[in-house]
């Protein structure tokens, strides 16, 4: 089985250890797709298809721009050739071995597997409530039990993928409920799944579901998803990390600190987007309170491993159950380092 690695500008020298890792700890082949990114990235991409001649090859989707990330999906589904479409975010890292991902699918009888939720996800903000408005990357089944999977990693059978592809005329783009064909907006209606937006892939995933194929999340401990490296290299890049820094400044300050307590109406435009408090405060929290903060630490922590310097302080977050994961997450990305990049 192929595995597509998607990359993005900037973002191949914090990222060529993760591939070394998957080599290492798996049978797959990878082909590691260039989106937009820059000639020393591709550079960089090259050198470690040269290290793993027989395992990792090397797509150049794009140079002059980044496509978006539904365009690119598109084109490798379209192109690819095997029983299983499969691809992963680039910053996926393996920590040990991985199981035979084909006998689980075959096993399972399933047209869709998803896995590798970013470390900055509750296990409870997965779930997507009927009174939500979007369908997010990060809501992997529906309050009635529907597996409407992710984009982090996914594995598909080939046929049934491009049968819906073709039959709906869809993609894996993501679209507003009104940019969708009548008899499309007809089918969503009936499983109640009308809402206002539909992230990458989650038209696709709902139309399986909608045709009774299997699907399932499925957890790998084998596998430690950061999620985000590329936007947070890319903000660092536009000058954003300064503004950034700024805003975290302001944001603590206790005369703003009291004001947001007290006027939580106030706190975000998010409250202009999302008129459900549940669905507002997910979406607060995994974008301004955790995800921001935790792709940003691991860059810290390459950056500092690298020059061979004082490692960063684990952030100081109010979830337990974030911060378990990013110790832990911590401890396996050193050792990943440490081995494999070199």
């Known amino acids: 089985m192929t ?132 369908i997010i990357g990060t809501f992997n089944r529906t309050e009635n039990d529907i597996c409407i999977g992710g984009t982090y990693f996914a594995i598909y059978n080939h046929e049934h993928l491009l049968s819906v592809i073709r039959d709906f005329e869809v993609s894996f783009d993501s679209f507003f409920f009104n940019q969708l064909a009548e008899p499309l907006q007809k089918v969503l209606t009936s499983l109640n799944l009308n809402k206002r937006l539909y992230d990458t892939g989650k038209i696709i995933n709902i139309l399986l579901a909608h045709r009774d194929r299997k699907m399932d999340n499925i957890h790998l401990p084998q596998l430690c998803h950061i999620g985000g490296t590329s936007f947070e290299v890319q903000n660092r890049y536009r000058g954003f990390f300064l503004l950034k820094k700024l805003k975290s400044f302001v944001a603590n300050l206790t005369i703003v600190k009291r004001f947001r307590n007290n006027r ?5 435009l998010l409250h202009k987007r999302y008129t459900s408090q549940r669905e507002f405060q997910i979406n607060y929290e995994q974008r301004i309170v955790y995800r921001d903060v935790v792709r940003g630490y691991f860059l810290e922590l390459f950056c500092a491993l690298s020059k061979k310097s004082k490692l960063p302080e684990l952030p100081k977050l109010a979830s337990a159950e974030i911060l378990k994961k990013i110790e832990t997450g911590r401890e396996q990305y050193i050792l990943a380092f440490e081995k494999f990049n070199r």
Not at 6 to 29: D, H, P, Q, W
Not at 72 to 101: G, K, N, Q
Not at 264 to 268: E, Q, Y
């Open 264 to 268: 939580p109406d106030n706190i975000s």
């Open 3 to 134: 595995i597509y690695i998607i990359y993005t500008r900037g973002s191949v020298r914090y990222l060529r250890f993760f591939a070394k890792s998957l080599v290492s700890f798996s049978n797959y082949n990878y082909r590691l797709v260039a989106n937009g990114c820059s000639a020393n990235d591709i550079a960089h991409l090259k050198e470690l298809c040269r290290e793993y001649p027989d395992r990792l090859y090397l797509d150049v989707i794009s140079k002059k721009v980044v496509l978006p990330h539904g365009e690119v999906l598109d084109s490798l589904a379209l192109a690819h050739s095997e029983r299983y479409f499969c691809f992963m975010d680039s910053d996926i890292f393996a920590t040990v071995y991985l199981p035979d991902l084909e006998a689980l699918m075959n096993a399972n009888q399933l047209s869709a597997m998803f896995s590798a939720m970013p470390l900055w996800v509750k296990q409870e903000h997965e779930t997507m409530l009927n009174e939500f408005n979007e």
